[in-house]
């Protein structure tokens, strides 16, 4: 398998508690997010969410959709969120939120391996591209909650 670590960064004119809101409720995310095509809960969790399985597909500019199921194995309501994922991708994905007077940061921290052998094959050519392709649609994330929000973006990376 090939093994990959993102940081991203989203810097958002909005306190904390709308922002988590908005990531908390993974099932909305293609309303606003360019690029998560399906969230379809498999699974109820407990009253703040641990245990809950979700399915995702995702596409970008490739011509490709990436889907795998998450399992929310963590809640520390308004400042982090952490999930397990399993299928084409499998690892752990971590959303920890900050505010500062009034501005929030947000950082996603995604740590996966794919595990299609066709991705695994090509991860010594590809790698860049995939790269390119995560943060991509990173950055239509963070576009897209600024705009459900009402809020500037005021730095995504």
Known sequence: MANYSFLTTWLLDSPREPVWEAIYAQERWPEWWRGVEEVEELKSGDEIGIGTVSRMAWKSLLPYRVEFEVTIGRVERPHLMEADAVGELAGVGRWRLYEHEGVTAVLYEWKVATTK???????????????????????????????LLGCPLLSSH
């Open 117 to 147: 052998p066709w991705m695994n094959l090509l991860a010594p050519v590809a790698r860049p591209v995939f790269e390119w392709n995560h943060d991509w649609v990173m950055a239509r994330g963070g576009e897209g909650i600024s705009r």
